[in-house]
């Protein structure tokens, strides 16, 4: 006989610790900052094309720093929330693939977004792979978006 609070994975049904005040506000904090994520990353995508048609219009030189300036400040604002994703995730307990879904965010938005950045002003190839990052982050934040909403509170 199961209890009210287990969910079958596979064969064997898993335990899961009921949800506490602490944690069902940590949870529903945690869809909320993922929700806000997407959206910024949705954001992203524009400002990274109005910078790119800026600096067409514009010519190269010193406007390159002002074009992509809002692109940047946003992106490291994702970042900051992606380790406020983390510590929610950690505080709700959404899961062990969420957990560590919210740790990769992390480095892929705060240490690998600016390592490609940086490279791609020398090298094409980096700034290309800088590019695919994002479309992997929004994917990774997109799973995790979609589990969280199918989770109860």
Same mark, same amino acid.
């Given at each position: 006989?199961?209890?009210?609070?287990?969910?079958?994975?596979?064969?064997?049904?898993?335990?899961? +610790?009921?949800?506490?005040?602490?944690?069902?506000?940590?949870?529903?904090? /945690?869809?909320? +900052?993922?929700? %806000? =994520?997407?959206?910024?990353?949705?954001?992203?995508? =524009?400002?990274?094309? @109005?910078?790119? =048609?800026?600096?067409?219009?514009?010519?190269?030189?010193? %406007?390159? !720093?002002?074009? =992509?300036?809002?692109?940047?400040? @946003?992106?490291?604002?994702?970042?900051?929330?992606?380790? @406020?994703? @983390?510590? $929610?995730?950690?505080?709700?307990?959404?899961? +062990?693939?969420?957990?560590?879904?919210?740790?990769?965010?992390?480095?892929?938005?705060?240490?690998?977004?600016?390592?490609? %950045?940086?490279?791609?002003? !020398?090298? +094409?190839? /980096?700034? %290309? $792979?800088?590019?695919?990052?994002?479309?992997?982050?929004?994917?990774?934040?997109?799973?995790?978006?979609?589990?969280?909403?199918?989770?109860?509170?």
């Amino acid at each position: 006989m199961r209890s009210k609070h287990s969910v079958a994975t596979g064969t064997e049904p898993a335990t899961i +610790a009921p949800l506490t005040g602490l944690r069902r506000g940590a949870l529903a904090g /945690y869809r909320w +900052a993922l929700l %806000a =994520f997407l959206l910024a990353g949705v954001t992203q995508i =524009f400002l990274a094309g @109005l910078g790119a =048609f800026r600096l067409q219009d514009q010519g190269l030189g010193a %406007a390159g !720093d002002s074009a =992509f300036a809002p692109h940047r400040a @946003l992106g490291f604002s994702m970042g900051a929330i992606a380790l @406020l994703i @983390l510590v $929610l995730a950690v505080i709700a307990r959404p899961g +062990a693939r969420a957990i560590a879904g919210s740790a990769v965010l992390v480095l892929l938005t705060s240490l690998v977004q600016s390592l490609l %950045a940086g490279l791609g002003e !020398d090298h +094409a190839v /980096y700034g %290309a $792979l800088h590019a695919l990052d994002g479309l992997l982050i929004l994917g990774v934040a997109g799973y995790l978006y979609a589990r969280a909403r199918r989770q109860r509170i």
